[in-house]
């Protein structure tokens, strides 16, 4: 439903060109959940902005690749065209609601909008569609809500608003980010859980998280990106049980046990490097405890280990 091909994403700051997202490559089938996961900083909301084409102008730029939906290519699409794909077939969950919904507008007016540019019905029709679905994201009072600013719920309520309105023209593909930050655990659950729900009207999913938790919940599939680049991509069962790229072991390394060692929890050295001063090589290269020379200075390609599993690592081709 989804492919991506060779995107690379740039922006153009006082300091130089910062290559927020670097030759990255992948696909979205349908009735599929995909996890993207990393580190802050490492290209995932920029990846899922591009998809869009929301990367903002005249900095931002898609510099090289295609982006295909149902074979058409969205970067050839002119603004019209992309405004009856957004929100309809492909909508997004944002991460900061705050700065998404309107200050000037109530809720019920912002949601009934997007209902009526995509469907020929009444006003009536549209916001009886609306409060149904404030409901069902569990805001208590949804007749009320309705007629609430923004700024007049909590974060939390926010981002559950924002998850309804992309949720209720059941869209084809969903780009959901870092969706349920902002909840406490027991609405978590049941935001997973609704989302879930959409799998039977066949639409798939692209969830971004820093959470492994969440991704061995709720994904089929899960791709492994650090530092504008995916270094690994796999089934759940795959980047769980064998993964190859040191970066992915070393996040599932971080992951909290329950057992009876008490000692330190395991934490990744260093920081991801800026995206002005990229290692000429793997840009995993000053955190890798395995990395050796070539690591430095040459660039690793994705390499298929069969089963769809890949993985951009010298030491996995050395094994090969």
Same mark, same amino acid.
């Given at each position: 439903?989804?492919?991506?091909?060779?995107?690379?994403?740039?922006?153009?700051?006082?300091?130089?060109?910062?290559?927020?997202?670097?030759?990255?490559?992948?696909?979205?089938?349908?009735?599929?959940?995909?996890?993207?996961?990393?580190?802050?900083?490492?290209?995932?909301?920029?990846?899922?902005?591009?998809?869009?084409?929301?990367?903002? !102008?005249?900095?931002?730029? $898609?510099?090289?690749?295609?982006? !295909?939906?149902?074979?058409?290519?969205?970067?050839?699409?002119?603004?019209?065209?992309?405004?009856?794909?957004?929100?309809?077939? $492909?909508?997004?969950?944002?991460?900061?609601?705050?700065?998404? !919904?309107?200050?000037?507008?109530?809720?019920?007016?912002?949601?009934? /909008?997007?209902?009526?540019?995509?469907?020929?019905?009444?006003?009536?029709?549209?916001?009886?569609?609306?409060?149904?679905?404030?409901?069902?994201?569990? &805001?208590?009072?949804?007749?009320? *809500?309705?007629?609430?600013?923004?700024?007049?719920?909590?974060?939390?309520?926010?981002?559950?608003?924002?998850?309804?309105?992309?949720?209720?023209?059941?869209?084809?593909? $969903?780009?959901?980010?870092?969706?349920?930050?902002?909840?406490?655990?027991?609405?978590?659950?049941?935001?997973?859980?609704?989302?879930?729900?959409?799998? =039977?009207?066949?639409?798939? $999913?692209?969830? &971004?998280?820093?959470?492994?938790?969440?991704?061995? /919940? *709720?994904?089929?599939?899960?791709?492994? *990106?650090?530092?504008?680049?995916?270094?690994? /991509?796999?089934?759940?069962?795959?980047?769980?049980?064998?993964?190859?790229?040191?970066?992915?072991?070393?996040?599932?390394?971080?992951?909290?046990?329950?057992?009876?060692?008490?000692? =330190?929890?395991?934490?990744?050295?260093?920081?991801?490097?800026?995206?002005?001063?990229?290692?000429?090589?793997?840009?995993?290269?000053?955190?890798?405890?395995?990395?050796?020379?070539?690591? =430095?200075? /040459?660039?690793?390609?994705?390499?298929?280990?069969?089963?769809?599993? =890949?993985?951009?690592?010298?030491?996995?081709?050395?094994?090969?």
């Amino acid at each position: 439903m989804l492919k991506i091909n060779n995107i690379t994403v740039t922006f153009e700051i006082d300091e130089g060109i910062v290559r927020a997202v670097d030759d990255v490559s992948f696909h979205v089938d349908r009735n599929e959940i995909v996890g993207l996961v990393g580190e802050s900083g490492c290209g995932k909301s920029v990846t899922a902005l591009s998809i869009l084409r929301l990367i903002p !102008l005249p900095y931002g730029k $898609i510099e090289t690749g295609e982006i !295909l939906f149902y074979g058409k290519n969205l970067l050839e699409l002119d603004h019209n065209e992309m405004r009856k794909i957004r929100g309809r077939a $492909i909508s997004m969950i944002f991460q900061e609601p705050g700065s998404a !919904l309107s200050p000037l507008h109530t809720i019920g007016r912002q949601m009934v /909008e997007t209902i009526l540019l995509h469907k020929n019905i009444t006003v009536k029709e549209a916001w009886n569609i609306a409060e149904t679905w404030v409901e069902k994201v569990k &805001i208590s009072d949804p007749k009320e *809500m309705m007629f609430a600013y923004p700024y007049q719920l909590s974060g939390g309520m926010q981002q559950r608003v924002m998850i309804a309105m992309a949720l209720m023209l059941e869209p084809d593909l $969903i780009i959901a980010d870092e969706p349920t930050t902002a909840l406490d655990v027991t609405t978590q659950a049941q935001i997973f859980d609704l989302i879930k729900e959409t799998r =039977r009207s066949h639409t798939s $999913i692209l969830l &971004i998280t820093h959470d492994m938790g969440v991704i061995w /919940e *709720m994904c089929d599939r899960v791709l492994v *990106m650090y530092a504008s680049k995916i270094v690994e /991509e796999g089934s759940r069962n795959d980047i769980f049980s064998r993964p190859k790229h040191p970066y992915t072991i070393a996040l599932l390394e971080a992951i909290p046990k329950l057992s009876a060692d008490k000692g =330190r929890l395991k934490a990744i050295p260093g920081q991801v490097p800026s995206a002005l001063d990229y290692p000429s090589g793997c840009h995993f290269f000053d955190r890798c405890p395995d990395a050796f020379d070539r690591c =430095r200075d /040459e660039k690793p390609k994705l390499v298929d280990l069969g089963n769809k599993h =890949r993985t951009a690592c010298f030491l996995v081709k050395n094994e090969l």
